[in-house]
């Protein structure tokens, strides 16, 4: 609920800020991506750090299998952030007036997008809890992992919102190919990050 409260009062923030101007294509994609980035960063930390503060995360490690906590964790995860992004976009795009020249691609990317971010930030969130850390500082730890993620979108987002914009389908592989990784990664050393004392 935080993040969905979160995105929208953003939204509104930057459109009333803004007073009607026309933004150009790239501020319109680093804006878009921005919210979604932090938006993403207050809720989906919070997908192991409460199973610490609850003290429940004794109870997953006895009666369940590590790679069956990290699968569910990042299915609820890629669930959540596919629910904020289908509410902040429709606002987005009506509240910023933007104009959308290839809806198909811009669908696919931040689809994409925001199943990339919400792969890799799973795995962080497991660390950032096993550490004793607070979700404020995950936010700071896992941006580096996540700016080619956002790079990458902003970059394909601005093609499918210009005129004359070339949508490549190698940033939609690369978003692709970068969640696969991370998916493959995280799957392999979860269990020596969730039962590690």
Same mark, same amino acid.
């Given at each position: 609920?935080? +993040?969905?409260? !979160?995105?929208?009062?953003?939204?509104?923030?930057?459109?009333?800020?803004?007073?009607?101007?026309?933004?150009?294509?790239?501020?319109?994609?680093?804006?878009?991506?921005?919210? *979604?980035?932090?938006?993403? *960063?207050?809720?989906?930390?919070?997908? !192991?750090?409460?199973?610490?503060?609850?003290?429940?995360?004794?109870?997953?490690?006895?009666?369940?299998?590590?790679? =069956?906590? /990290?699968?569910?964790?990042?299915?609820?995860?890629?669930?959540?952030?596919?629910?904020?992004? +289908?509410?902040?976009?429709?606002? /987005?795009?009506?509240?910023?007036?933007?104009?959308?020249? *290839?809806?198909?691609?811009?669908? +696919?990317?931040?689809?994409?997008?925001?199943?990339?971010?919400?792969? =890799?930030? =799973?795995?962080?969130?497991?660390?950032?809890?096993?550490?004793?850390?607070?979700?404020?500082?995950? =936010?700071?730890?896992?941006?580096?992992?996540?700016?080619?993620?956002?790079?990458?979108?902003?970059?394909?987002?601005?093609?499918?919102?210009?005129?004359?914009?070339?949508?490549?389908?190698?940033?939609? /592989?690369?978003?692709?190919?970068?969640?696969?990784? +991370?998916?493959?990664?995280?799957?392999?050393?979860?269990? /020596?990050?969730?039962?590690?004392?």
């Amino acid at each position: 609920m935080v +993040m969905f409260s !979160f995105a929208v009062i953003a939204t509104l923030a930057i459109s009333l800020s803004i007073g009607g101007i026309p933004l150009s294509p790239i501020v319109q994609s680093v804006l878009f991506w921005i919210i *979604m980035f932090f938006c993403g *960063m207050s809720g989906l930390a919070h997908v !192991f750090v409460r199973e610490e503060e609850q003290d429940t995360s004794l109870f997953l490690r006895i009666h369940s299998q590590p790679e =069956t906590v /990290y699968l569910s964790k990042v299915i609820f995860n890629i669930l959540v952030f596919f629910l904020l992004q +289908m509410a902040i976009t429709p606002l /987005y795009i009506f509240l910023l007036q933007v104009e959308i020249r *290839m809806i198909s691609a811009f669908i +696919m990317i931040v689809i994409a997008g925001g199943l990339s971010i919400s792969t =890799t930030v =799973t795995i962080l969130a497991a660390i950032i809890a096993k550490a004793g850390g607070k979700s404020s500082l995950f =936010t700071v730890i896992s941006f580096p992992l996540v700016l080619p993620i956002l790079w990458i979108a902003i970059s394909a987002t601005r093609a499918t919102l210009e005129v004359r914009g070339r949508f490549e389908l190698n940033n939609l /592989y690369f978003l692709l190919a970068f969640s696969g990784v +991370m998916i493959a990664l995280s799957y392999i050393l979860f269990e /020596y990050i969730w039962l590690d004392e």
